[in-house]
């Protein structure tokens, strides 16, 4: 980063942002006094050992899981409080490690579901669906940008796993995220289409703010401009990929573990 | 990768709710009736007002996925405020109707508070509680309902001032034909538009919803409303067309019943709740002469027959089979 | 001396221990896989029929015929979990209801058919018929041998699921399923094996039961809906919590017949929806 983009980066608040967020599930902790820093741009890898609580911090930003302590700071304003949905409509998306996808509609009903939602379209009954025109061309576009467009009209649960996949990152797209948060967006993808998901990461804008977990080491590389590493509920460590390359912890806790794991 | 061959998205999304020539041959062959039956027309109005009771059942269940074990709450209090309208005096069909419409749409809208805060056997159990509670408070005012004797002296004055109801069933027929079809427009509309598709999304997935930014709690509030509505709009309309009310309006056996009929054509499907009424309502006529018991053993193979078998009611299993039919 | 509410006290609670024979099975299963089986009481009816076969027919002691109607409603319902149950653990609440619903259908039409449909008395043994006088109260020699089974199944219930390694895997399964199949368990098969237990204890119920209320083909309906209520009540999955709902409710139910028969069912159903809206999970229950 140049000079006078630091600064300018220093200026303006974290995308998303939390400050000493605590959990525990009874007698075991599962986030311990986490303090993540998303500047706006930003691409950052989430990684760790399983059972590290990465799944857990998301639910935990997005708002599914309700934290013992700490906040949760989206542009600078706190959304510790609000309900899942809210912090949706004010920029937060992710997808989901296992697909959480709406089986029985195909994409184009399901990411027009999407946008009709966030333009608070949802709760008309008295118009059909075909009369809105504007949302309908929209989620075709987000869909085509994501190579779904020609299978668009096939329900969703007989699309191959990758079509599934992508149509996951659609639906969190759909909603005009701000910041977005990936939970292994190509897990379970068999190789020859594992390709296509990374694409649709590459692709996406500049300005969209990137937190993804992620297990293997070189997709983390290739796209990630800070990694966090996340042990047992709390931050290991956190820095740049020549740093946590080099790093001879993160290799004994992570990487050698990864070897049997 | 090039754009879907055969039709535009917003060409695609405003031929989902074209009308099928199934549809209107369906519609058409409501009138027979008038026709080939019309010793029968009682038993007619009486399976077309059941089918505006599965259909408002449907939207709950078959596109929000609420079970509902207690929805003849709402044909009950449709019916009896109906009664009790024209026993006080004011017998007209039409505002009555409205009435009694708008009563039971009220209830529905207060207990959608309860209701949508609650899934899976939580919600199952208060269903069935809400409807045994208003069950019992029918049973034991008496004063006002007439308890287990019914309501006595429903008197109802001509529609429209013109058409009387009759012993032949004519006018109950057309009145509640036409009933079920204007509702049964709006049902159609509301299904295709986009707070069906929100429904249609609650029902595949849970989970998802919050994640996309939809309000479940408040779509589930207004679909509730709106299928409490209709069920007191289909007990009103018994009310007025039989000119009587009795308990069985509002009891568990109603409730169950219904939901046999909109498993039995297929939940989900519009036209699921209409097909599985007529099929239920001609069957338990013909077989009117059976002890209740036996009837319901062969509800009981039916119901076992429908979950392991055709998961998707009759209907679901005829678009299966045309599918695969079509494929070939 | 003690009052007469004492005894209408002492009739609710037999009877509430009865309902809790009837209902322990329902909320440990419902716990377990969170399976709606509304034919649970279906089973607490063949139960019954079996001792009134065996009785009336058979001449067999009353007393003998106990472990029998306990061990036909197992076999039964051992059948139907391999045949129909197992392929519904993962379908919606919707397809169980609709599948239990109409096996217990199904099995009134059966009961109708081969027994009528007027109450079948049962001969019990002399030794419990007629009454106690315990601190001036008459009390019923048979339902006090009820509290007694009663208890004897509680306390049966307790240890085993303490101490044995089967009853931890039941623990371990209603806790969290989840981490029980992490952990190794094959929640599949605890819950064959309690879905079996659970009702060979409603059929054991459904004998005893006959004496108390009487038996007739809707005995599988008609005790349904208290035994739903206890169980959500109580809380699924929750032993004391169906002994105590089962307590409180067939004390009120009691009671209600005594001191107040106007409000009838109601208030039990008031306090049903009051209690779930309070605790979703039950009085008792998890998550």
Known sequence: MTPAAKSDAAERPAALATRGLSKAFGSLPVARDIAINLPVGARYALIGPNGAGKTTLINLMTGMLTPDGGQILLAGDDITALGPEQRVRRGLARTFQINTLFAGLNALEAVTLVIAERRGLAGQFWRSVGAYGEAIDEAYEILRKLKLGDSCYQVTRELPYGRQRLLE??????????????????????QEESGEVFEAVAGLSGDLTLLFIEHDMHVVFRFASHIVVLVSGAIFTEGSPAKIAADPGVREVYLGKRKHG | MTSPTTITPQAYMRAQSRWHPLEIAFWLATLLPFVLFPNYLSLASQITITALFALSLDIILGYAGIVSLGHAAFFGIGAYTAGLISKF?????????????????????????????????????????????????????????????????VSIWPVLGIFKFDLYGYTAYAYSLAALFVVFLAARLLINSPFGLALRGIRENWVRMPAIGAHSRAHIRKAFTIAAAMAGLAGALLAQTTESVSLESISFQRSADVLVMLVLGGAGRLYGGLVGAVIFMVARDQFSGIAPQYWYFWIGILLVTVVMVLPNGILGGLSHFYARWRRK | MLPPVFGVLFDGVAYGMLLFVLSVG?????????????????????GGYVTVTLVNDLNWPFLATLPIAFLAAAIVSMALERTLYRRLYRASDLDQVLLTIGLAFISVAIAAYIFGTTQQPVETPASLRGTIGVLGLDLGKYRLFLLGVALVVTMLLVVGLEYTRFGAQVRAAVDNQRMARGLGIDVDRTFASTFALGSGLAGLGGALAIEIVGLDPNFAFTYLVYVLIIVSVGGLGSIAGSFAAAI???????????????????????????????RPAGLFGRR
């Open chain 3, 248 to 278: 409180l409710i067939g004390v009120s139910d009691v009671a209600g017949k005594y001191y107040a028969p106007e409000l009838g069912a109601f208030l039990i159903y008031l306090v049903m929806v009051l209690v779930l809206m309070w």
């Open chain 1, 169 to 190: 990152i659609a639906l969190a797209l759909a909603t005009k995220p701000k910041v977005l948060l990936l939970d292994e967006p190509a897990a379970g993808v068999p």
């Open chain 3, 26 to 46: 329902l909320s440990v299963t419902l716990g377990l896989m969170n399976f709606v089986n509304l034919a649970h009481c279906a089973f607490a009816m063949l």
């Open chain 2, 89 to 153: 005096g004011w017998g007209e069909p039409l505002t009555g109707l409205i009435i009694a419409t708008t009563a039971a749409g009220l209830v529905g809208f207060a207990v959608s508070f309860i209701i949508s805060r609650f899934r899976h056997f939580t919600l199952i159990m208060i269903t069935l509680g809400l409807g045994l509670l208003a069950f019992e408070a029918a049973n034991r005012a008496h004063w006002l309902t007439g308890g287990s004797d019914g309501l006595q002296g």
